[in-house]
């Protein structure tokens, strides 16, 4: 059996008081293993890589509605800012428009200083995704899908042993797409990926496992979601 790499239990969150766009969510992740969140719009996806990303407060509550230490990464509590922890995820997010007045190079280059890292075939990785023309460019003046490949290169250039992606293929065009689901699959290797997808093809193609997100909280959960995708779809829309 794989080993247990991260567990959430009981975890909440909110951006008005009252209104809970997380509701008592549950969910781990094993080592070397990908799992594709899927879900409507608005059911959450984008809060949860932010809450594990430590861009938003959540909070993970008992049986009796006590805080909890509900997070564990490597069987040991933990919390989402912990250094520790920060220093073996990476996420790249739906839509990022920082670092505008990098390049991508010194994007790079910074984001390897900061994790203490040496790359990992960032000329294979700009090639497959069709980027030398862009090496040199200013962020803030790519593209949307030119400056999500960006981070992807950088994201697979890292290898963390824990990869956030968010909406992974929106801006892709077809061959990049395809080449991000083959760079997904050669990930194992190294490490795990949580990915947060409306596209039900990205969960079937590239997911050991895919989580369905209804209302804040899992509602199913698929181990083999390549073998049958309708039953995904029936319980997203059922």
Known sequence: ??????????????????????????????????????????AGKTTL??????????????????????FWFHET???????????????????????????FREYLSYVLAAYGKEPQGVEELVEGFQFEAYEDSL????STGNRKKAFLITAFALGTELLFLDEPVNGLDFQSTEFLYRQMAEYKKRGSILFASHI?????????????????????QFDKPGQDPRRIREALYG
């Open 1 to 42: 059996m794989m080993e247990r790499l991260l567990a959430v239990q009981e975890l909440s969150a909110w951006y008005q008081p009252g209104q809970r766009v997380l509701a008592g969510l549950s969910m781990e992740l094993k080592s070397h293993e990908i799992v594709g969140l899927i879900g409507l719009n608005g």
């Open 49 to 70: 890589i932010s809450l594990l990303s430590g861009l938003h407060e959540g909070y993970c509550f008992g049986e009796e509605g006590r805080k909890t230490a509900g």
């Open 77 to 103: 509590a933990a919390g989402f800012r912990d250094s520790g922890f920060k220093r073996c995820r990476y996420t790249v997010f739906a839509e990022d428009h920082a670092f505008a007045y990098f390049t």
């Open 139 to 142: 962020l803030g003046e790519l």
């Open 200 to 220: 039900l093809e990205s969960i079937t193609l590239t997911a050991d496992r895919a989580l369905v997100l209804k209302e804040g909280r899992i509602d199913r």
